[in-house]
């Protein structure tokens, strides 16, 4: 079904945003609906302007729009108003380029990058007029397939989703689109026609890096635990191994990116430096499951600079990776962008850097004007802490880049920590009080002396999550009780005027962490929650966890035996089968080492780490050390000899 | 020695639904992608130094709206449109590029008069003779001090309104932008509440803003030209 300008326009008239709606933005993709061999919708669980900030979009949305034989249009997670139109006018939710029902593309892909977003997927594909559970589906229904991060525990979402891709999309996408069109009977209708679904299901299972979860079968004790998963038909592998894009000079880059009229949450050229993150904390799942790190040259940086800024006419160019100030020719790409636009009036930014007076340097020379707020990440209060969860950051590291910022004129400087980490005990949050109350008089000193507006330090604190394929898998989380007194002890303790304190909300991250080492059987509990009306759940507005305690109570299941739960190494964990390269006997060396307070060095700087992944994926890291940034090149080194 | 361009677009289609803010952003963006040398404005954060005319509402298309655009150098304003023409998103068209004055006052100020177009299929007619019988037009209009009647009367220029089968067409001249300004819902809604008009149910009516005009000496000038476009301006109410 194909939906006309004027029931698009009626719908949209009375929303708010009607922008999220409408497409047609620049460099927008309009390809034939008829000539494309394969048709995939792009599907965001979370609005337009959320989803429009994700780089992943970008990158598969021109790869297979400007170099297949096949078409991609997007949809994002309608807001409940325009929810409310389309089940009004019984209208499906459509895509933004052919406005067409979800249900007429042959392949409808959700990237799933947080949990707390899967009520959104069960929510699209209702609206999209898909059936919602995977069995339920046939020859004229969508193949819906799932990527990103949350792909590397996809079970809770496995009675849903067809295929999961498991690393790179731009690796695996065009090989999956492929076997999809040949498995297609016919391109005419309204909605796909398959051959043979069941075949096509197993065909995709072949490809490196597909999951076809309806192709397993998962045992369980009478308690809950898992015993076996294990393939129901020969030929199903045993494990599906990650896949990942070698060398990211030669990788597709989009170079013609959509620009939306709205303001998107990161509202800039994207240019990606590197993927991957080796500093190895130990809590940290994308420090995990992208590895190694792989730098682009400074040249391709430098050429893609010039092509984005012609081809987006966007005023400011973000440098993204896990950890942009490790780029190791940071300094140099910095100098040469600024150089290059900064008489356009373009500016650079660097959205996360290391805490050391280099990186505030750095911050200084990109700053555009008025300064507003410099964020560090700590993560943890004491040394000990910081050395459980491998963040090689010293106290004296921290109070140095603090009092850098404020001598460099920053008005507000913002910490981030996290509670309820492995082996926390009073004294680490503690440490938070005396860190933030340290880098508040540095403050005091720094505005004191130049009688300026009192600076300011923000403690923003989060809690511990126990990510799949991490070290601390195995860790419990604090229950929400405990975490709510821990998050009290640091209000009482930071009531001062110079601080000020945010925290996140106990019961999200609860649930964040029931589902992310969630198995099968959550299939059922995320279906009741959405019955129950949850959507948006990551936004406190819509948020309501009433909604989940029943739905789990109403599946007989305990969110607490998910999230709290300290496992054992020896048991079978749901996302065993699933492997991310990295060893499992590293995450358990690494496991043993936090206990310890051992830290394990980035192998950028020392020995390999064993982590397995190289071997595992026949990949190594990739770093463009040029001949030049001395300083950076000096910097890097003196650094990863503090932390031995 | 810079220079300051007027030009005359469109926003019709898919850029109805672009906000006035988002327009202006996506404005600054054109003229980037154009390579045109765009003076900047100083301060903390630099901007292009663009100057808009009256704001469309959200949903409403427009065919002759305005914005000045200040270049670092002098060039033909020919160049300057040629420039733009590859750039534009779906939606968003020049019509034409003409060198303004140096020292001029803005759009903002000068536009005051709005040509509308709506259509809607309607049951019954408004009571043409009650209405304009009616020395004053009272809508409620909510203000910085909440809901408040207003007397729309002064600020309709003229009302071009013709039944052609089922469908009520014409223009609405109105007054825009300060205190006299009329918004063309306002108009429709009085004529539903005040003037017996029934709309078909669940018809949406359909409004564009054909043109903007500056007042002076009782003519209706076109903000692209100096001579006068649509005499007898004088005749209006």
Redesign the interface.
Known sequence: MQLS?KQV??L??QVA???RY?????N?AVKPWEEARARMAFAFPDVYEVGMSHLGLQILYGLVNEKSPFLMERVFAPWPDMEGRLREKGLPLFSLESRRALAAFEVVGFTLQYEMSYTNVLNMLDLGGIPLCSRERGNRDPLVIAGGPGAFNPEPLADFVDAFVLGEGEEVLLEVLETVAEHTAGLTGARPCFKDRRRLLQELARIPGVYVPALYEVDYYPDGRVKEVRPRFPGVPRRVVRRVVKDLNAAYFPLRPV?P???AVHDRIMLEVFRGCQRGCRFCQAGMIYRPVRERSLEVLLRQAENL???????EMSLTSLSTGDYSRIGELVRELLNAYRE??IAVSLPSLRIDTFSVGLAEEVQ???KTGLTFAPEAGTQRLRDVINKGVRKEDLLAAAKAAFAAGWPSVKLYFMIGLPTEREEDLDGIVDLARAAAALGSEAGGKKGGRRPEVTVSVSNFVPKPHTPFQWEGQNPVAELKRKQEYLRSKLRDRRIKYDWHDAELSFLEAAIARGDRRLGAVLKAAWQKGCRFDGWSEFFRPQRWKEAFAEQKLEAEFYACRFIPYEEVLPWDHLDSGVSREFLVEEHRKAMQGLLTEDCRFAFCTGCGVCPALDVEPVLCRGTGGKSEGGELSREGEGLK | MSAWFRIEYSKE???V???H???T??W??????A?LPAA?SQ??????RLSFGSVLP??MGGKREYLDLELKRDMPAEEVGAALLP?L???IGVRQVKKRAEKAPSLMAQIDTALYWMEAEVEKEPDWEAIWGESSWAVKRTGKKGEEETDIRPGVLRLDLQKEGPRLCGYLWLKTGGSSGVRPYEVIKFLQEHGGMVLKEEE?VFVHREALFITREGYLLSPMADEVLWPGGKNFG
Request: a positive charge; proline letters at 6%.
């Open positions: 300008e326009a009626s949209i008239a945003r009607p922008g409408t497409g047609s933005e620049w927008a620009v009229f709205l303001e800024v012609r081809s987006t006419g966007y005023d356009q009036g555009k004007g008025r | 289609g898919p850029a639904f672009i906000s803010l988002d327009l952003r996506a600054e963006r054109i003229v980037r992608r390579g900047l301060g903390y954060h630099p901007h292009y959200v949903g750039f998103p779906a939606g949406e």
